[in-house]
Structures are given as C-alpha cells and as structure tokens.
C-alpha cells in the first residue's frame, strides 16, 4: 500500500481525488470513498488517518472538514 501523503509532505495524486471528494460531499463515508475510488476499505481508512495526521482533514461527527491547508491544495 502506497502512502498518500509524500515525504515532502504533499499529498499524492490519490489523497487529491479523496481531498476532493470529501471538498464535495463533507458528509461522505469511509464506504462511499472505497466505492467511488474502487479501493479497499482498509486503505481508506488508512488514507484518512494519513491525511488527518498530516493536516489536511479533520474528523467530525457526520464526516470530515478539509483544512486551510487541504484547501489550498485543491483549489
């Protein structure tokens, strides 16, 4: 499984499209990102603590808040 957040501490082009996604739809489930992005559950949720850990996501209650940082990679 490849990481999703490189050494120099940008995402990959993979945590973009899930960057994106969540920019869409905050609400979004960890199912719904592996359907979408036809990946395992499993590297999703890793995905997510990834990019989390690194920044660009907060976890809420109902789903996830891109940060400034996220945003600006997006944009």
Do not use: Y
């Amino acid at each position: 499984m490849s990481s999703c957040v490189q050494p120099d501490g940008k995402p990959t082009q993979r945590a973009i499209e899930m960057l994106k996604l969540i920019n869409q739809k905050p609400t979004i489930s960890d199912q719904e990102l592996s359907t979408i992005l036809q990946r395992p559950l499993f590297q999703i949720r890793a995905s997510l603590r990834e990019l989390e850990s690194a920044g660009f996501i907060k976890k809420q209650d109902d789903g996830f808040d891109l940060t400034k940082k996220a945003k600006d990679v997006i944009s």
